[in-house]
C-alpha cells in the first residue's frame, strides 16, 4: 500500500516537473518561434494527457471538463498557466499557431474558474491571469 502511495507521488511529481519545464521553455522562446513551442507543448500534452492546444480550443465545455475533473489539482493548475504563456507568446506574432486564439482564452478561464470552484486554496495569480484572460490579452 505506501509503496503504490510513493510510486503515484513520484508520478505526480514527473508530471508537474514536465509542465513546468514547458512552461519555462515558452516563457523563454522568442514570440517568433511560437511554432516550435506549440508542437512541442501539444507533443507532451498528447503523450502524457492525450491534449493538444488545437483539441482543447474546439473541445465543448463540458467535455473538457470532464477531462480536466480527472487530472491532479496540481496539473490542472500548471496546465493553466502553461496555456496562458503560450498565449501571451501567440499574442505577440501574426503566426498562425494552430489553434483557435479566442477559443483558448475562454477554455483558459474555464480551467481558472474549475480551480477557484475546487480549489482549497486563493490565487492572487490565478485572478491577475483571469483579468488579462478577459481583456482579450
Known amino acids: 500500500m505506501i509503496n503504490e502511495k510513493d510510486t503515484l507521488l513520484r508520478e505526480i511529481q514527473r508530471l508537474t516537473l514536465l509542465l513546468k519545464t514547458l512552461i519555462s521553455k515558452v516563457v523563454d522562446i522568442e514570440p517568433n518561434d511560437i511554432d516550435v513551442a506549440v508542437e ?5 500534452l498528447k503523450s502524457t494527457f492525450d491534449l493538444s492546444l488545437n483539441a482543447i480550443s474546439i473541445m465543448p465545455n463540458d467535455d473538457f471538463k470532464s ?8 496539473h490542472v493548475e500548471r496546465l493553466t498557466e502553461l496555456i ?3 498565449l501571451k507568446k ?4 501574426d503566426k498562425t499557431t494552430g489553434f483557435n486564439i479566442i477559443e483558448l ?17 486563493f490565487s ?14
Do not use: H, P, W, Y
Not at 512541442?40 to 507532451?44: N, S
Not at 501567440?90 to 506574432?93: E, G, L
Not at 492572487?124 to 490579452?137: C, I, P, S, T, Y
Open 40 to 44: 512541442e507543448t501539444d507533443t507532451v
Open 90 to 93: 501567440a499574442k505577440q506574432t
Open 67 to 74: 477531462v480536466i475533473k480527472d487530472l491532479n489539482e496540481e
Open 84 to 86: 496562458f504563456e503560450v
Open 105 to 121: 482564452i475562454k477554455k483558459n478561464i474555464l480551467l481558472i474558474n474549475f480551480l477557484d470552484e475546487n480549489s482549497d486554496t
Open 124 to 137: 492572487m495569480e490565478r485572478m491577475a491571469m483571469k483579468n488579462v484572460l478577459q481583456q482579450g490579452l
